[in-house]
């Protein structure tokens, strides 16, 4: 059974102030880790998707990352709109379903 | 290009009721799946549906169901509603084995 586990649950930052979310995994075959970003009351919003290790993105203060085992996503000097909850997700086999971690809720104070 | 529309966006029912969301997919997309978000639990799969077939089931019991129309809407449908039903239900829209853009979702309430 496909497993994803985020940390830390939740994280509070200065802004300006950097940091990472994890995302670590357990698939068999991995077709595409997904990142979303999710405001309260609302539906997730697609930020990156990453299909094969040593893969890389990035989005104004937001770069993700993927090994074999994990993926990371790196807030560079974030400001109060970047607090949300983070949700990772994988594919993999031969469906689409998506399974989900549970989420980092991020805050960024001034 | 418009996005993922669900509708309603908020329901209050009672228990033993039943239920109907609707989900509008982005212009072009076939593929629908719908999820179910829950504090507890988080996003978890309910089903997807491709060409007015349902393509792949999660793990929830026979009283949730499931449809898609030929110009790609799809309905989900919930009996016998339960205090545990209650929940965000997220439809996410796609082309193919593309990326799954999500609606706002329909806030579902059960008393």
């Known amino acids: 059974e496909d497993q994803v586990t985020q940390s830390p649950e939740a994280l509070r930052l200065q802004e300006g102030e950097s940091s990472s979310l994890n995302c670590s995994y357990t698939?068999?075959?991995?077709?595409?880790l997904f990142w979303y970003r999710q405001d309260p009351g609302k539906g997730p919003e697609f930020l990156f998707t990453?299909?094969?290790a040593g893969e890389e993105k990035e989005k104004e203060r937001l770069k993700a990352t993927l090994t074999k085992k994990e993926s990371f996503l790196h807030i560079t000097a974030p400001k109060p709109e970047d607090s949300a909850t983070y949700l990772c997700?994988?594919?993999?086999?031969?469906?689409?379903?998506?399974?989900f971690g549970t989420g980092t809720q991020l805050k960024v104070e001034l | 290009k418009a996005g993922v529309t669900q509708t309603p966006r908020y329901l209050i029912k009672t228990r033993g009721q039943q239920v109907t969301l609707s989900c509008s997919p982005i212009?072009?997309?076939?593929?629908v799946s719908w999820y179910q978000q829950t504090p507890g639990q988080g996003l978890q799969f309910l089903f997807e549906y491709f060409s007015e077939t349902q393509r792949n089931k999660g793990n929830f019991p026979g009283r949730f169901s499931g449809r898609q129309f030929s110009n790609s809407r799809s309905e989900m449908n919930v009996s016998t509603l339960e205090l545990g039903d209650s929940a965000l239900y997220l439809c996410a829209s796609f082309a193919a084995q593309d990326t799954q853009y999500f609606g706002p979702g329909t806030r579902l309430t059960v008393l």
């Open positions: 997700a994988v594919q993999a086999g031969g469906g689409n379903k998506l399974t």
């Open positions: 698939v068999s075959g991995l077709r595409g």
């Open positions: 990453l299909y094969s």
């Open positions: 212009s072009g997309h076939r593929s």
